[in-house]
C-alpha cells in the first residue's frame, strides 16, 4: 500500500544521507512541486535550507501572500522573497509578441535568481566558510520519463519553467519527487501540512500572467487581469467544480475593444475570455462544461466589478486545435 508517510520517511532519510552537513538553496513557483520538494528538504536538515522567490509581478492575486505566510508558517522554511516587478515591466515594455515574452520573462527569471543565489552564497560562505553546494529541484517522474524520451518533436511553445536553469550549474541536484506523479505529490503535501491554497493549486504557467495578456503587458492591465482572475477562481470554487476543471486560465484581451452600455454611458472596453479545460496531463484538453448559472455569475462580477472591461467570452475550443494558453 502506497503510504504518504513512509514516502515521507524515506525521503527524509535519503536527503541527509545526500547532503550530509552541507547548505542547500531552493528556488520557490509558488506551484505544488516545489513546495514539497523544499518541505521535505527543511523536514530533513532544517535550518541547512534556504527558498528563493521571485515576485515578477505576473503572480495572480495572494500568491505572494500565501508563499511568505501561510507556507512559511506552515513549514518554518527561510525565505527570502525578490521583488523584481519593475524590471520585469520594464524588460517587458513594448513587446506584445508571446515566443517573444517567454524569452524575456524567462531571461530575467534567471538572472534574477542567479543574483539572489549569489548574494546568499557569499553571505553562507562569510557566515562560516561553508558554501551552498546543493540546488532542490521539483522535478516529477513524468519530468523524468519526458525528458529521458527524446521524442524529438517540434517546439509549439517554449515552455519556461520556474527555477529552470542555465547549462553551466555547479550544484548538486537534490530531487526527492523524482519517483512520485502528481497526486502522490499533493498527498505528501497535505501529510506535511502544507496549505490547501498551495497543494490543491491548479497548474499555472512560468511567465504567469504575461501570457495571459494579449498585447502589452502593463502594470495597469495586470491589475485588471488580476481582479478578473481572482473572480472567476473565487466562483469556481464557491461552484465546488475545482475538481472538475483541470485549470481555467482568464485572459485580457488588451488588443481589443468593443462598444458597451452600462447606466446612460456607452463603454469602450476590453473582453476578457474564460477558457475553463478538462484534462489528464495538459497534452490535449476538451472545454468545460460548465454550468450556465456559474458563467452568468462570473460574468456580472467581471464586468461590474473590473473597471474597464465590459464584456466576457467564453472559449469552447479543444485541444488540439486551441492550446490551453493563449499565447
Ligand atoms: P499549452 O498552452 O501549451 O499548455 O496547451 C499546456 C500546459 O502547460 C502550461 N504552460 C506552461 N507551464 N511554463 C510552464 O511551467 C510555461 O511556459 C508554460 N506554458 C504553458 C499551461 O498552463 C498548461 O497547463
Not at 472538475?244 to 485572459?251: G, L, M, R, T
Not at 456559474?294 to 473590473?306: D, G
Amino acid at each position: 500500500d502506497w503510504n504518504p508517510g513512509h514516502v515521507i520517511a524515506d525521503q527524509v532519510a535519503a536527503i541527509r544521507a545526500q547532503v550530509g552537513t552541507g547548505k542547500v538553496i531552493c528556488g520557490l513557483s509558488g506551484g505544488v512541486d516545489s513546495a514539497v520538494a523544499a518541505a521535505l528538504v527543511h523536514e530533513a536538515v532544517g535550518d541547512q535550507l534556504v527558498c528563493v522567490f521571485v515576485d515578477h509581478g505576473l503572480l495572480r492575486q495572494d500568491e505572494r501572500r500565501q508563499v511568505e505566510e501561510d507556507y512559511v508558517a506552515a513549514t518554518g522554511v527561510r525565505l527570502v522573497t525578490v521583488d523584481a516587478e519593475e524590471q520585469f515591466l520594464s524588460a517587458l515594455a513594448g513587446v506584445t509578441d508571446p515566443e517573444q515574452k517567454r524569452k524575456i520573462i524567462g531571461r530575467e527569471f534567471i538572472r534574477t535568481f542567479e543574483q539572489a543565489q549569489a548574494a546568499l552564497i557569499a553571505e553562507a560562505q562569510e557566515a562560516d566558510g561553508d558554501p551552498i553546494k546543493y540546488l532542490v529541484q521539483g522535478t516529477l517522474y513524468p519530468d523524468v520519463v519526458e525528458s529521458g524520451g527524446g521524442s524529438g518533436t517540434a517546439t509549439i511553445k517554449s515552455h519556461h519553467n520556474v527555477g529552470g536553469l542555465p547549462d553551466d550549474l555547479t550544484f548538486e541536484l537534490v530531487e526527492p519527487l523524482r519517483t512520485l506523479f502528481k497526486d502522490e505529490v499533493r498527498a505528501i503535501g497535505r501529510e506535511l501540512g502544507l496549505p490547501e491554497t498551495i497543494v490543491g493549486r491548479q497548474p499555472f504557467p512560468g511567465p504567469g500572467l504575461g501570457i495571459r495578456i494579449v498585447g502589452e503587458v502593463t502594470a495597469e492591465r495586470l491589475d485588471l487581469l488580476r481582479a478578473a482572475d481572482a473572480i472567476a477562481r473565487e466562483e469556481l470554487t464557491a461552484a465546488g467544480l475545482d475538481g472538475e476543471i483541470w485549470q481555467c486560465p482568464v485572459v485580457l484581451l488588451a488588443d481589443v475593444r468593443s462598444v458597451g452600455v452600462q447606466g446612460d454611458g456607452r463603454t469602450y472596453g476590453h473582453p476578457i475570455v474564460l477558457r475553463p479545460v478538462s484534462s489528464e496531463d495538459a497534452m490535449t484538453a476538451d472545454w468545460t462544461r460548465l454550468p450556465y448559472d456559474v458563467l452568468a455569475r462570473i460574468s456580472n462580477r467581471i464586468t461590474n466589478q473590473v473597471p474597464g472591461v465590459n464584456r466576457v467570452v467564453l472559449d469552447v475550443t479543444s485541444k488540439p486545435p486551441g492550446t490551453i494558453e493563449w499565447e
